[in-house]
């Protein structure tokens, strides 16, 4: 019910745009976050914006170089990632909540993306 689109392959300190939208609903009043999993990894929680902009939310890993914003002409939940670094590199995950505010675990969000490849590499 979600699509993310906007991944692809970077060089190390470049930046990519991600693009979070919902095919059937708008975003606006539900909080959004995007996680991210390495092979081999665990999904990990990033960043959640909550409903109605009131707060954005980031983790350490990330904190400082990526932006999540709304976009509301476009009704997307944008992530813009900047100084990519080669730990970054993932398939990166948009999730909605029917709620307000934010979580950081994955179980309780309610629709998910289908994901869009990350790759960092010289």
């Known amino acids: 019910q979600l699509q993310a689109s906007g991944g692809g392959l970077v060089q190390p300190g470049g930046s990519l745009r991600l693009s979070c939208a919902a095919l059937t609903f708008g975003l606006e009043l539900f909080a959004t976050g995007w996680f991210r999993q390495a092979p081999g990894k665990e999904r990990e929680w990033i960043s959640c914006?909550?409903?109605?902009?009131?707060?954005?939310y980031y983790a350490d890993s990330v904190k400082g170089r990526f932006t999540i914003s709304r976009d509301k002409a476009k009704r997307t939940v944008d992530l813009q990632m900047n100084n990519l670094k080669y730990e970054d590199t993932a398939v990166y995950y948009c999730?909605?909540?029917?709620?307000?505010?934010?979580?950081?675990?994955?179980?309780?969000?309610?629709?998910w993306g289908q994901g869009t490849q990350v790759t960092v590499s010289s």
């Open positions: 999730a909605a909540i029917n709620a307000r505010g934010c979580y950081s675990d994955y179980g309780s969000y309610d629709y």
């Open positions: 914006i909550s409903s109605r902009n009131v707060q954005e």
